[in-house]
DNA sequence: ACTAGATAGTAAGATATCGAACGAAAGGAG
DNA sequence: CTCCTTTCGTTCGATATCTTACTATCTAGT
């Protein structure tokens, strides 16, 4: 990077690499594959409850509902999730966690936990004062067509 | 994100969803289906000079050498860069830009510039006062060794 | 000079993601 | 009720990315 990029340029930048190199590091952990937009849907389950459908699931994640079909597909051949139709509406499923998708998103949130501790202390990122401006950025760039 | 998740894990998903706002709304930008992968690798050749070998490129940019190989061949599908057999070591290429490839960098950039500067604007980013603590971040999760 | 190991680029196969198109079902206007 | 539009989930084809494996070439140690 050099003066001529806008900060924000830059900034968008450093992003992608951080999230790539994220991802890499929680993917490479797991011992049996799971990848992180597979723990990401377990994790959103546990903390906000199952129950939701796999359209409600995309929009919470902003990926299409052919994304989310692909990771629940995934998801339930693993075990981890059981689709079952939705009483109200014919076209409609409903998502629901199993004990084992719950036991594989503990098991996940433990070792994630005490990595990322370890790193940050090695580090000293302050990462509570970075996440109120990116959620105004995040915020901002969201204001987009909506999308499918 | 609640209170129980360590402002750290909360950081990098906010940025694994910035990463995916920003790069779809660069893409959707384009007319002719340049990704955002094309236009990093031109614009670092004309920021930083062409004439690398993919190797080196893609460790630029963090990416396994087959990422980078994929890449190239789609840049000089299109006609924007070449590639010629490195002189010196007989199992290197070495990347150039063509015209075609620095003029359409330039459009991109142009668009780009324009696109994130209303956006920055309207949000009232600080992007200056973010880019070091995430360089700092970056740097973490680059040298940091795995638990596993 | 030879040989073993490292490095450069590529290929194959996997997965996540997107957009487009689809059939099924719901909802609204008449 | 009938028709039109919207919504739900899925399928298909494309692209980016990774890992693994391969060939060709370079380099160092003997």
Same mark, same amino acid.
């Given at each position: 990077?050099?003066?001529?990029?806008?900060?924000?340029?830059?900034?968008? =930048?450093?992003? #992608?690499?951080?999230? !790539?190199?994220?991802? =890499? /590091?929680?993917?490479?952990?797991?011992?049996?594959?799971?990848?992180?937009?597979?723990?990401?849907?377990?994790?959103?389950?546990?903390?906000? #409850?199952? #129950?939701?459908?796999?359209? !409600?699931?995309?929009?919470?994640?902003?990926?299409?509902?052919?994304?989310?079909?692909?990771?629940? !597909?995934?998801?339930?051949? /693993?075990?981890?999730?059981?689709?079952?139709? @939705?009483? @109200? @509406?014919?076209?409609?499923? /409903?998502?629901?966690?199993?004990?084992?998708?719950?036991?594989?998103?503990?098991?996940?949130?433990?070792?994630?936990?005490?990595?990322?501790?370890?790193?940050?202390? /090695?580090?000293?990122?302050?990462?509570?004062?970075?996440?109120?401006?990116?959620?105004?950025?995040?915020?901002?760039? @969201?204001?987009?067509?909506?999308?499918?």
């Amino acid at each position: 990077m050099n003066d001529q990029d806008p900060a924000l340029f830059a900034l968008l =930048n450093e992003i #992608g690499i951080i999230e !790539q190199l994220a991802r =890499n /590091r929680f993917e490479r952990a797991q011992p049996d594959g799971l990848r992180l937009p597979h723990f990401t849907v377990l994790n959103h389950m546990v903390r906000l #409850g199952d #129950g939701k459908t796999p359209g !409600q699931l995309a929009r919470a994640f902003q990926l299409t509902k052919a994304t989310m079909t692909n990771t629940l !597909q995934r998801l339930e051949a /693993r075990g981890f999730i059981r689709l079952e139709p @939705d009483p @109200d @509406d014919a076209r409609a499923k /409903r998502v629901f966690l199993t004990p084992e998708g719950r036991a594989r998103r503990e098991e996940a949130v433990a070792f994630t936990a005490t990595d990322l501790a370890a790193l940050a202390q /090695r580090a000293d990122i302050r990462a509570d004062a970075l996440l109120a401006p990116l959620r105004a950025l995040r915020t901002a760039l @969201d204001r987009d067509p909506r999308r499918n």
